[in-house]
Nanobody, 120 residues
Framework: QVQLVESGGGLVQPGGSLRLSCAAS????????MGWYRQAPGKQRELVAH???????NYADSVKGRFTISRDNAKNTVILQMNSLKPEDTAVYYC??????????????WGQGTQVTVSS
């Protein structure tokens, strides 16, 4: 019902910045929470940040002060601005959205992932 398309990943030097974008499309009543998760090789997927429709945010301790999440409800997009990147931020980043369907119920949807590599 919902498709999430991510963009903005790439290779950046330590201390650099990247901006990840995720756009949701398809058939849904509304999106409650949108967020970003990441998964490094051999590691479990972890929450990076999420944001509610009302603008409430939550960040992993490891990214607080460096990353900022925002959203445009009208465009059904979520942005993750990543500053002061560190090598340990290297991972595949996945967009996530919890959407309420017209037929009822809410479901989690995932993007295909975008690679972020922080290396000199």
């Amino acid at each position: 019902q919902v498709q999430l398309v991510e963009s903005g990943g790439g290779l950046v030097q330590p201390g650099g910045s990247l901006r990840l974008s995720c756009a949701a499309s398809g058939s849904f009543r509304r999106i409650n929470v949108m967020g970003w998760y990441r998964q490094a090789p051999g590691k479990q997927r972890e929450l990076v940040a999420h944001i509610t429709s009302g603008g409430g945010t939550n960040y992993a301790d490891s990214v607080k002060g460096r990353f900022t999440i925002s959203r445009d409800n009208a465009k059904n997009t979520v942005i993750l601005q990543m500053n002061s990147l560190k090598p340990e931020d290297t991972a595949v980043y996945y967009c996530n959205a919890n959407a309420v369907r017209y037929l009822g119920g809410s479901y989690d949807y995932w993007g295909q992932g975008t690679q972020v590599t922080v290396s000199s």
